[in-house]
Each structure stands twice: as C-alpha cells, then as structure tokens.
DNA sequence: GCAGTCTGGGTCACAAATGTCCCATAGATA
DNA sequence: TATCTATGGGACATTTGTGACCCAGACTGC
C-alpha cells in the first residue's frame, strides 16, 4: 500500500481512492452521471465527496490521472521494450485488457484526454507506440500504415472486447485471445 | 426534389432535414450539446427548433432513427448479398466509411442504440451479420471467433478510422483502404 | 471522559438548460 | 393587396445540477 501521497492519513486516503474507483466505474457507464450518483457509488455523502473534490472538473480530472497511472503501470510491468516485438504486442494486449475498466473511461469520450494526449507530462502511453515503431522496423509489423493508425486499432479492438465482455457477449476468459488473433491476422482465413 | 414525406411542405420538410443533419453532426462531437447549440448549427432559432422537435428526447430519437435510415440505405446499396463475400464486405467498409458522421453518432454513445440492435423492426444491420456467416461458411472469413465480434470490429475500425479524419490524423481518401488492409490481414507481415 | 477530526444529511442560493408562450416580420400564395 | 405560413427573438417559469455552508453524531487518540 503506502500511497505515494505525500501527508494523507490512511481512512482519507482510503475514501479518496473509493471515490476515485467508483467515479471511474460511474463515468465509464454513464459520462453525465451526477454527482449524487458517483456519491452514492462510493458510498459516501456528497458532502464528503465536494471535500475532497470541490468541483465536478477537479473530480474528473483526478479520475483522468489516477486511470493513466494505473494504464501507465500496467504498461511498466508489460516491459514492452523487451524481447521479440510480437511477444511484445501480447503482453500489451493482455496488460490492456486487465485495465480494461479504466479504458473504457479514459477512451468512452474522445474529449475526455482533452490535453493530455500529446503534451502530458510523462504519463502518455508512449510504449505503445515505440513498441510498434520497433516491430514495423524489424519487419515484424505492417509498416504500410502508420504507427499511430496501429495504435488506434489496438484500442479499438481491445476497448470493444471489453464492452463486449461486460454485456456478456464475449467470455471474459476469451477477451485477450480474441483480441490477439483478430489484430494480428485479421478475419481472412 | 418531393420528399417521400406524406403532406410537408418543401419548406418543412427542408428545415426538418437540416435540423436532423445538423443535429447528427453536433451531437456527435458532443452529446451534451445544448438545444441552442444545435439550433444555432442548423441556422435556426431555438423556437422552431422546438417547433420541429417539441423536447431534446423526441428529437435524439428523431436524429437515431433518420442515421439508421441512412445507414440502411446505403447498406442497401452496397448489395452485400450479391459475389463474393470478401468483394461484398469491401463494398460493405466502405458504405460505412461514407456515412461515418452517422456511425460516429449512433456508435459514440453505447446507450444510444438501447432498444434499437435487437428489437429494431426491420432496420437493424443485419445484412452485415449475415455477409460474414456467408464468408465463414464459405471458409473465406476466419471461423474461429463469433460473427457478433467480426462485425464489433469492423465497426470499430471504421469508426477509428473516421475520427482520426475528422482530427487529421488519416487523410481522408486513405480511410477505407487502411481499414481494409487492417481488418483484412491484421498488422503482421 | 474530553478534544479533535471526519462524516452524513440538510438547507440555501446560483447558474444553466429546458420547455412554453407570445408577437412581429419576411416570404409565398391567391 | 390581403392572407396564410414559417420563422426568429424575446420573456417567462420550471427543473436540475452544482457548490457553499452549517450542524449533529460517530470515531480516534490523549
């Protein structure tokens, strides 16, 4: 445990992270959800909630950064930058899948990284896109489209099978191969 | 022009269309989008917004059901029963990358659809579900996974590709080719 | 027990979006 | 010209989400 944070006591910094990962649950559902709702998610009055947060965009704002955190780690323990890029792309694939929550907030709104995407301070997910780089110039990717197209692709897939998979259309057990079969051959025979 | 509308005025009827396509095109940015935003998209006062469309509710289902309309049409044109299936699912990418502003507002919000996918009377895009049983059954297209999740992600893919357009970041003329040769063969050499 | 902190619920005021109504005006039509 | 239709704009009340505030109760550490 031991959060980062730097003078927080352990009950605040307990409620801080139940309202950060029920507002992250609320608002991939439903982005406009009140903050009634996200309270009572978190299982806290709404008064605690604005004691925390002030407003609604310091809330969503610190669901933005705590949900790239928790990609960014993800992504950290995936060591995209080691051994054969293909092996590589399936332990990307496998470490996305397990945030697979937090994507489908961070992705649900194409406005919500709003300023974050190109500028972010570190946080961005930079390994990706290196990690394709390295694949297309080893031969090993489809270098006729670019890197960022490649990226794009993967999020889709990766974020619709887990949309799926919550409406239980797809067995959760069969997101991540799904994913890697699809985007590495495509639906050719 | 005689819309196929049954007693409107070509007025009307044009100001109904303009609202509609006015409203697809804002509300696909942002779904949040005020009542006067749209009304000031679509070059008319608030007042005959209302008129039109008497409260936001009957006229997202206005907007929902004219996109299904157009989405429908023109998976009509593309005649995806008819040759081969890898030929018709061309055709059928790339009916879908020319109403991306549509696909873009009906897919953009995953709860916009609620009670339209399964019960719809006659609009659904089955077409598209029945062109990839086609294929798998012909051993063309990959049999290994459900024809829900091909067509999940080709939706996804064309809807990747039509906003990163919109952003600039796919040159527009490149859309359908690159969703083809990613969804066809996948991102490996 | 006692002081301090945290919490939940309640109230209040404010701003924004919405829906309704009314009226003057421009354009088409007879 | 006279009439009818469609429109834009303004005024208005209502609703809803929001943020600020206060207060009583629960909990913790001394």
């Known amino acids: 445990m031991s959060g ?26 439903e982005r ?33 950064e705590d949900s790239l955190e928790v990609l960014h780690e993800s992504l950290t323990a995936a060591a995209l930058e080691d051994g054969p890029p293909l092996e590589a792309m399936r332990r990307l694939i496998g470490a996305l899948v397990d945030v697979g929550d937090r994507l489908q907030f961070l992705f649900g709104d194409p406005r ?9 301070p570190g946080a961005g997910p930079q390994p990706a896109i290196e990690l394709i780089e390295r694949g297309q110039a080893q031969g090993v990717f489809d270098a006729e489209v670019s890197a960022a197209w490649i990226e794009h692709a993967l999020w889709a897939l990766v974020y619709t099978a887990c949309k799926d998979a919550a409406n239980g259309k797809l067995a959760r057990h069969a ?15």
Request: net charge positive.
């Open 175 to 189: 997101i991540t191969s799904t994913v890697i079969r699809t985007f590495e051959n495509g639906i050719l025979q």
């Open 112 to 120: 919500m990284l709003d300023g974050y995407e190109s500028g972010a």
């Open 32 to 64: 406009t959800a009140t903050l009634a709702d996200i309270a009572k998610a978190a299982d806290v009055g709404r008064s605690t909630l604005h004691r925390y947060f002030p407003d609604r965009e310091e809330l969503v704002k610190a669901v933005v």
């Open 4 to 29: 980062s944070d730097t003078q927080e006591s352990g009950a605040r910094s307990r409620t801080r992270r139940a309202i950060l990962s029920a507002a992250a649950s609320v608002l991939a559902r």
